[in-house]
């Protein structure tokens, strides 16, 4: 095979990126940006893009290998052949990242939310809405009444007043997805085939899409083993969401936890199937690292506790886990970077001198992007964002302390997701925050406390695009698509859902009012970043000592564990459970990896790799399952008007 995303004896018309494949794809993708926003806010059903599990593209990419494509061989005699599937499917991953936890549902709220809920108690008029310009919020802040409760019946939604400022982001925004793409074209070659990470959130669409013999229906769904695995979750979530319609049926609860330490934390020990699943192909020294990081954590949270011990109190993201471990995990993500880029230096040399070169023994001619337009792409990019970030209120320092922060995790993320397909994890410490801890409040100022807020919007990072397009491009590799092509189809479906979503979002907010809505979108982000706004503003903070003191800490831990690995044979820990810290993620999924690197121990000690093939797909059909009956019910509720069954891991 040649080191590109597709060979080159492989005809183009065999590559999959062809122009019904992307309309599909482009159909799928506006479904999921009408369709999650509505899920959460109208239904209050279960979040389908709000991880890098991208549960809403496992339930349409069901229907369409199951269902719609299989009928349409039979009917017509004509599909999509399994390059188109994944194409369809690449993009969906791509569009999840964006309409709930990623950007959309976030920003909308904040941008009316200092507005809606200032109060002369709270000052926010004052400390908040004089520090935001005036092209970063609609022009009429008077009618956010209306965003938060409603217009009357007859009046329309004021779209007028939402242009500047979505165009305003719209560019931001894509800026930033642009550089972490170039970033990423830059590193594929070497995650892809050099350093072969595993990428395990591919298996399944890989599955699923894999038509083998019989072109009439993928082989993964003749498995009755997937089956089994199907129905667990089928099941249990299925009696849970009849029982919120019949209340003469009990619901299986399956949530339970205990308290350590004479009560000063508390372990979350209920089982996720979804979490279970995608864990099951986990190494097994990442899995024991994840979960065994995870409950050294907690003990080290809970020990703090007792003795009353704290360097500040918890942080925004970050929670549960106190600062301190926060931190060390920040640390020791900044030196897994750093160290992904040390093993990467004969790779990076290589583009280095196509780059400046323009060497023609390196070939990129079927990378995404050449190597020459990914680099000067990822700098244009970021020159871009800081200009833009300070025109927002951030210092020149401030802007590139951010954006520098945020590329870093970004690049971390990715990197932890693609080894280790854990699809639930967030960044221990938010950019915004970490640029508090590192300048003080000083340096940043209160024009800049208030757009670091903003960045909330976009810096949750429990799901972003780059870690989405990672995996795709890793399908891509495997089933050989022409890899600049799908890159142009990648962007398409950037565009849709950013536009598809904000729209969305904006008329069911004006048609319900936003406060009538499910979820803590439209209630929750605002008071909570208007609240660390204004506290940092009326409460200047230095610069973090302690703070950076345990980043380094991190630091020295992971570059120490990491010598361990690579130099002692059998070594159980992967040190990259250290990056992860204590958030919430892996607070409530910690003890699902435990399960599975359990389960997964028993199986390969006694039935080796013969019995792990053997059972994988049952695993597969908890993945599959969880989101399938979980996107079920939100369409039921939607068309009897219920609300509340959430399904999955959220």
Request: charge should be neutral; proline fraction near 6%.
């Amino acid at each position: 095979m040649a080191n590109t995303c597709s060979t080159a004896q492989t005809p183009r018309t065999e590559r999959g990126v062809s122009t019904r494949a992307v309309l599909i794809g482009l159909v799928f993708c506006m479904a999921i940006a009408v369709g999650e926003p509505y899920g959460i806010l109208v239904v209050g059903g279960s979040p389908l893009t709000a991880d890098f599990s991208t549960g809403a593209a496992i339930f349409l990419f069901f229907l369409l290998t199951l269902a719609v494509n299989p009928l349409s061989r039979v009917v017509t005699g004509a599909g999509l052949r399994r390059g188109e599937l994944v194409t369809v499917h690449i993009m969906m991953v791509v569009a999840a990242a964006i309409p709930s936890w990623g950007l959309t549902l976030n920003l909308i709220p904040l941008l009316g939310g200092f507005f809606y809920y200032a109060t002369p108690e709270n000052g926010w008029a004052l400390v908040i809405q004089e520090n935001l310009p005036d092209w970063l919020v609609p022009d009429d802040p008077d009618k956010f009444r209306t965003l938060f409760e409603g217009v009357a019946g007859g009046q329309p939604v004021p779209w007028g007043q939402w242009l500047k400022p979505l165009m305003a982001w719209g560019l931001f925004i894509t800026s930033v997805y642009f550089v972490t793409l170039c970033l990423l074209v830059i590193l594929r070659r070497q995650w892809v085939e050099r350093e072969r990470l595993l990428f395990p959130l591919s298996v399944l669409p890989l599955q699923m899409s894999d038509e083998g013999e019989d072109r009439a229906l993928p082989a993964f769904f003749r498995s009755k083993m997937m089956w089994l695995g199907f129905f667990v979750p089928t099941f249990v979530n299925s009696v849970n969401a009849l029982s919120s319609y019949y209340h003469f049926i009990p619901r299986i609860k399956l949530s339970s936890s205990i308290w350590i330490l004479r009560d000063s934390v508390r372990l979350d020990l209920t089982p996720h199937f979804e979490i279970l699943g995608l864990s099951f192909l986990l190494n097994a020294d990442v899995s024991l690292g994840v979960w065994f990081f995870a409950f050294i954590a907690h003990l080290q949270t809970g020990v703090q506790a007792l003795l009353g011990w704290s360097i500040g109190p918890t942080q925004p993201f970050s929670d549960p886990g106190p600062p301190s471990v926060s931190h060390m995990a920040l640390g020791a993500m900044f030196v897994l970077v750093i160290l992904g880029f040390w093993d990467a230096r004969a790779h990076l040399r290589d583009v280095g001198r196509k780059v400046f070169l323009g060497a023609p023994e390196i070939d990129d001619s079927e990378e995404p992007l050449s190597y020459r337009t990914a680099a000067v792409g990822a700098v244009l990019g970021s020159v871009f964002a800081v200009v833009w970030l300070t025109a927002a209120g951030l210092t020149p320092l401030a802007a590139v302390v951010l954006l520098a922060a945020a590329l870093v995790t970004f690049i971390g993320i990715a990197r932890i997701v693609s080894q280790t397909g854990l699809a639930y994890c967030r960044a221990p410490v938010g950019a915004p925050i970490f640029t508090v801890n590192v300048l003080g409040t000083a340096m940043v100022g209160p024009a800049g406390i208030a757009a670091l807020g903003l960045s909330f919007a976009w810096n949750d990072l429990r799901t972003f695009v780059m870690a989405s397009a990672a995996t795709g491009l890793k399908i891509a590799e495997v089933t050989r698509l022409e890899c600049r092509r799908l890159f142009l189809a990648i962007a398409a479906s950037i565009v849709v859902t950013l536009v598809g979503s904000a729209v969305a979002i904006l008329s069911y907010a004006y048609a319900y009012g936003g406060i009538n809505l499910m979820g803590w979108q439209f209630r929750g982000i605002p008071m909570f970043a208007g609240d660390w706004i204004s506290h940092n503003i009326n409460n200047p903070q230095p610069v973090h000592l302690w703070h950076l003191a345990f980043v380094g800490v991190g630091g020295v831990l992971m570059a120490a564990m990491t010598y361990l690995k690579n130099h002692i044979v059998g070594f159980p820990f992967h040190p990259i459970g250290l990056a992860l810290g204590l958030t919430h993620p892996i607070h409530s999924a910690w003890f699902s990896v435990f399960l599975a690197w359990l389960v997964k121990a028993a199986v390969l000690r006694y039935g080796g790799a013969k019995l792990y093939l053997g059972v994988r797909p049952l695993f597969l059909g908890l993945v599959l399952g969880t989101f399938v009956s979980a996107g079920f019910w939100v369409v039921v509720d939607a068309l009897t008007g219920a609300s509340g069954n959430v399904l999955t891991f959220a």
